[in-house]
């Protein structure tokens, strides 16, 4: 897809570091891309689309699929969309400084398992119906290898991260200077939450692929990273406010509805949910995959979510007739009939709000 592109840093701070001297940290990479007009893509969109990628991935991840084909950054910008793709702070492109923080990595093995090979692994009950990822998805295939080659680091701090990354995008916000719609996957879907935190008047709406999650945290690729205030690490405003997450946000467990679903933990009834009162104007997609690991517990957040007061609706593949999808879906087999499904999502929505603001 015909683009102009450009590429640029926000946020950093300088940081003494004795006799090394002052260096940077905290600096956020950002690849801006817009689409030529009169190149035969759709209606120049409103609103440009900022993607956040997940954990030890990069914003790489959109551009082109491991199989060689196009990513969902050539998607959005075909239906008219202006994109913004980042390396959060610490990762990629927006330089580590080892004084930081320690870093993880995830082995090959790991990948297999929760991504690339999920139906021979059968880890979750909903593995077996792993069927898109194109390749074997094991070392030595070709796709599986270009997709590993491309893994980098992450620091293990999740507090650190994002609170860099909340900084940074803030930064972004302000210099695009209109709303936004945040499209975010994985370890990075708590971020949005927290920009629009800071930032409420400049974010339209967000689509979720497989949060991190489930509340509270626990389970997932990183189990003891943990999400104290529910959706994320880091301090995030809520009504009444929370001072102490631990004693606040007062939980309760809801039981799943079906074996091959984990149990939810939520806030309690009494005393009533405190409401996350700066997203309660922002639409939510969260996008579960059938076969995904996220599959068992993906409903946690969106009820999470709805309790909080944040109109947030679940987009189950499945439900939908798409099918076999796991954790990499936009890099999978059936990628643009997802994206298609999110493009109509965010169409009608914007729609709605339209009308609704009349």
């Not at 999650?213 to 809520?238: D, N, R």
């Not at 467990?253 to 149990?263: E, F, H, I, K, M």
Request: glycine share 10%.
């Amino acid at each position: 897809m015909a683009n102009t592109r450009e590429m640029f840093y926000v946020g950093g701070r300088y940081v003494h570091h004795g006799a090394r001297g002052q260096l940077m940290q905290g600096q956020m990479y950002v690849e801006h891309l817009k689409p030529l007009s009169g190149t035969g893509q759709q209606q120049e969109q409103p609103y440009p689309v900022v993607f956040i990628h997940g954990g030890t991935r990069t914003g790489a991840d959109w551009l082109t699929k491991p199989d060689g084909n196009p990513g969902w950054a050539d998607y959005f910008l075909s239906r008219g969309y202006e994109i913004y793709l980042v390396d959060v702070p610490y990762r990629g492109r927006s330089p580590w400084n080892p004084s930081v923080e320690d870093v993880i990595t995830f082995a090959a093995e790991t990948i297999q398992e929760r991504f690339t090979a999920c139906a021979q692994h059968g880890t979750w009950p909903q593995a077996k119906l792993h069927t898109q990822w194109p390749g074997s998805g094991l070392q030595g295939d070709p796709v599986f290898d270009r997709f590993f080659a491309s893994g980098v680091q992450m620091i293990r701090s999740q507090e650190k991260q994002e609170l860099a990354s909340q900084a940074a995008l803030a930064e972004l916000l302000d210099r695009i200077g209109r709303p936004v719609l945040f499209l975010s996957h994985s370890n990075g879907g708590g971020t949005p939450y927290l920009v629009a935190d800071v930032r409420p008047r400049l974010v339209k709406l967000i689509v979720s692929v497989e949060p991190k999650g489930p509340p509270f945290g626990g389970i997932g690729m990183l189990p003891g990273a943990g999400s104290q205030y529910g959706v994320c690490q880091t301090p995030i405003t809520y009504e009444p406010p929370v001072v102490d997450p631990k004693k606040d946000l007062v939980k309760i467990t809801r039981s799943a509805a079906s074996p091959a679903l984990r149990d939810a933990i939520l806030q309690a009834d009494s005393p009533p949910p405190r409401k996350l009162v700066n997203l309660t104007h922002i639409p939510v997609l969260v996008v579960t995959g059938q076969a995904s690991y996220h599959a068992e517990y993906d409903w946690c957040t969106v009820e999470y979510l709805r309790q909080a007061g944040v109109e947030t609706e679940h987009l189950q593949l499945a439900e939908r007739g798409i099918l076999g999808n796991g954790h990499m879906m936009f890099m999978e087999k059936n990628s643009d009939e997802i994206a298609s499904e999110i493009d109509r999502w965010i169409a009608q929505t914007l729609v709605r709000l339209s009308v609704d603001k009349t």
